[in-house]
T-cell receptor
Framework: KAGVTQTPRYLIKTRGQQVTLSCSPISGHRSVSWYQQTPGQGLQFLFEYFSETQRNKGNFPGRFSGRQFSNSRSEMNVSTLELGDSALYLC???????????????FGQGTRLTVV | LAKTTQPISMDSYEGQEVNITCSHNNIATNDYITWYQQFPSQGPRFIIQGYKTKVTNEVASLFIPADRKSSTLSLPRVSLSDTAVYYCLVGSNTGGFKTIFGAGTRLFVKA
């Protein structure tokens, strides 16, 4: 089956602009999580969506937002870009673990965002 | 704040067995232990997961003692292509995958 698809793979934006990144999860997966990875901070959790609702949120400013559509595809948006937002943005899809079942998360290749 | 502690880096040679130990003293009853591998500019890839005792799959083994306060990832006969960062995660994705990643262990395999 197809893996997690993130688009675009690379993006260059200017400070102050906004950007939207897209993630298509594995078919049947309803949970989509977003992570930011930088050399200095490592992998940091942004938020998680399930059934079109943000269910979990990390410690990021309100400039970072997201949404999920009825087909489980998810987008994340960053407004008023800052140089420090340059990072690899990763999304992961997973089945929602229930009843003690803990399933793995599948990551996409990521979107490399460069803010200049 | 990451719930795990693992070595920052390790070196090995091709063909050797590599063991990476992770400490997780505050592991909760519902938490699973999961290891991921990440190559540069790629997303992490699931390696193995366990709850207690020993788990083995085609690429690795995971040893978890009875108190579950630590775990050891064992990679048999590593090759150059195993050079990567290895993350030990502790948590449960019941209610969503939101696990905090630590710094990981950078494994460098030499010829």
């Amino acid at each position: 089956k197809a893996g997690v698809t993130q688009t675009p793979r690379y993006l260059i934006k200017t400070r102050g602009q906004q950007v939207t990144l897209s993630c298509s999860p594995i078919s049947g997966h309803r949970s989509v999580s977003w992570y930011q990875q930088t050399p200095g901070q490592g992998l940091q959790f942004l938020f998680e969506y399930f059934s079109e609702t943000q269910r979990n949120k990390g410690n990021f400013p309100g400039r970072f937002s997201g949404r999920q559509f009825s087909n489980s595809r998810s987008e994340m948006n960053v407004s008023t870009l800052e140089l420090g937002d340059s990072a690899l943005y990763l999304c992961a899809s997973s089945l929602d673990g229930q009843g003690g079942l803990n399933t793995e998360a599948f990551f996409g290749q990521g979107t490399r965002l460069t803010v200049v | 704040l990451a719930k795990t502690t693992q070595p920052i880096s390790m070196d090995s040679y091709e063909g050797q067995e590599v063991n990476i130990t992770c400490s997780h003293n505050n592991i909760a009853t519902n938490d699973y232990i999961t290891w991921y591998q990440q190559f540069p500019s790629q997303g992490p890839r699931f390696i193995i997961q366990g709850y207690k005792t020993k788990v083995t799959n085609e690429v690795a083994s995971l040893f978890i003692p009875a108190d579950r306060k630590s775990s050891t990832l064992s990679l048999p006969r590593v090759s150059l292509s195993d050079t990567a960062v290895y993350y030990c995660l502790v948590g449960s994705n019941t209610g969503g995958f939101k696990t905090i990643f630590g710094a990981g262990t950078r494994l460098f395999v030499k010829a």
